[in-house]
C-alpha cells in the first residue's frame, strides 16, 4: 500500500508505503522522499528514494524503516537500449531474517520495470 503525502513537483514528492511482511513478522512503513534528475538530452535519469519519516506518526502494529536509501541511475547507451544500475541500503527496523530482507531487495526494481 502506498499513497501521495505532498507533490513539490512532477520531479520532487512525498509518499508513504507499507511492505507486506509474512506472519509473525510485522509489516514495515516509511516515508519516502523521491526525487528524479535528468539531463537535457534525456540521455540519464538518476532517481533518488530516502526514507524520511517527519510527515506521518509512527503507526501501531507497524515497525517504522530506520533507514532506507535506493538510488537508480538509467541511461541510454544506444537509441534501443537502457542501462539500470541500482544501489540499495536499507535498516528495515525491529529483527528480520538476512534471507527475507534480500528477497525484498531483488523484487522490487525488477517489477518496476517489468511493469
Given at each position: 500500500m502506498s499513497y501521495l503525502?505532498?507533490?513539490?513537483?512532477?520531479?520532487?514528492?512525498?509518499?508513504?508505503?507499507?511492505?507486506?511482511i509474512p506472519w509473525p513478522m510485522e509489516n514495515r512503513d516509511a516515508v519516502v522522499?523521491?526525487?528524479?534528475?535528468?539531463d537535457s538530452l534525456q540521455r540519464f535519469?538518476?532517481?533518488t528514494s530516502e526514507n524520511e519519516n517527519r510527515f506521518v506518526p509512527q503507526k501501531e502494529g507497524?515497525?517504522?524503516v530506520v533507514r532506507s536509501l535506493i538510488n537508480?541511475?538509467?541511461t541510454?547507451?544506444?537509441?534501443?537500449t537502457i542501462s539500470i544500475v541500482y544501489t540499495f541500503e536499507a535498516d528495515p527496523g525491529g529483527s528480520l531474517p538476512a534471507?527475507?530482507?534480500?528477497?525484498?531487495?531483488?523484487?522490487?526494481?525488477?517489477?518496476?520495470?517489468?511493469n
Amino acid at each position: 500500500m502506498s499513497y501521495l503525502i505532498k507533490k513539490l513537483s512532477p520531479y520532487d514528492l512525498y509518499y508513504y508505503t507499507e511492505t507486506s511482511i509474512p506472519w509473525p513478522m510485522e509489516n514495515r512503513d516509511a516515508v519516502v522522499h523521491l526525487r528524479i534528475a535528468r539531463d537535457s538530452l534525456q540521455r540519464f535519469m538518476k532517481v533518488t528514494s530516502e526514507n524520511e519519516n517527519r510527515f506521518v506518526p509512527q503507526k501501531e502494529g507497524k515497525v517504522r524503516v530506520v533507514r532506507s536509501l535506493i538510488n537508480w541511475y538509467v541511461t541510454m547507451p544506444t537509441a534501443k537500449t537502457i542501462s539500470i544500475v541500482y544501489t540499495f541500503e536499507a535498516d528495515p527496523g525491529g529483527s528480520l531474517p538476512a534471507w527475507l530482507v534480500n528477497s525484498f531487495a531483488d523484487k522490487g526494481p525488477y517489477e518496476s520495470f517489468k511493469n
